[in-house]
């Protein structure tokens, strides 16, 4: 079973690429179950809305989850490696050794017909989103993704260095590359992404020890405890 989770919630901006993401795994993964997720808080919550994801694909153990986001377009020969590694992998798997940020030209290109691999970009270097493939038991191995993170900004450098951190290892990639469509961009200020970035500064200190961050992970009886719906 593989399930393509997209957490979305309706800009006008990111409609049209929405739609192209859902239209190209349809056509490219069409035995995957594409479901979209929505966590309901106020201020979009992403880590929440990818945890949830994760959860309602667990029906059975060998579940394998796309976690996409919902502007990006893998390339099918990784995405199909990184499923196959991930049934078996302790690791969560990167379907991509290049992240293509496509801007608005490059963006209009790929509108006109031009492939995604010959549309001008920009080379987003120690990019760690997108696409993640995994499997719930990976996926809680080293606490999902933070819920704490809201709005925009830093929950994904979180999550791979508490997964480099727990799991001895970076999260597996494959050679190829995701394509990033243009939309209108979040605006990364004010004080939720204020509040992101100091909890991104605890990562970085607990990211020395695995034993500092599982404790920062996994204790639940703080009472600033991140929330794990999958546990």
Not at 6 to 25: G, I, K, M, N
Not at 137 to 151: C, L, M, P, V
């Amino acid at each position: 079973m593989v399930t393509v989770v997209l957490p979305w919630r309706p800009q006008p901006s990111r409609v049209d690429a929405f739609e192209r993401v859902v239209a190209w795994y349809r056509e490219h993964l069409p035995e995957a179950e594409i479901v979209t997720v929505d966590s309901g808080d106020d201020v979009f919550n992403l880590a929440r809305c990818r945890n949830i994801g994760v959860t309602d694909a667990a029906r059975n153990a060998d579940e394998v989850v796309v976690i996409g986001d919902a502007d990006t377009l893998p390339e099918i020969g990784p995405l199909r490696s990184a499923i196959a590694a991930a049934r078996t992998s302790p690791l969560v798997q990167l379907p991509y050794t290049e992240y293509h940020w496509l801007g608005r030209d490059g963006t209009e290109q790929f509108h006109a017909g031009t492939p995604l691999a010959d549309c001008e970009f920009e080379l987003v270097r120690g990019a760690c989103s997108g696409v993640y493939v995994t499997t719930p038991a990976t996926w809680w191995s080293h606490g999902g993704q933070d819920e704490r993170f809201r709005g925009w900004g830093f929950e994904d450098a979180a999550w791979f260095v508490a997964h480099e951190s727990l799991l001895g290892a970076p999260p597996q990639r494959h050679e190829g590359a995701v394509y990033a469509l243009h939309h209108t961009a979040e605006v990364r200020e004010g004080p939720h992404y204020d509040a992101n970035a100091t909890l991104m500064e605890s990562y970085r200190e607990a990211s020395g020890s695995s034993d500092d961050m599982a404790r920062f992970v996994f204790d639940t009886s703080a009472s600033n405890a991140r929330v794990r719906p999958g546990v």
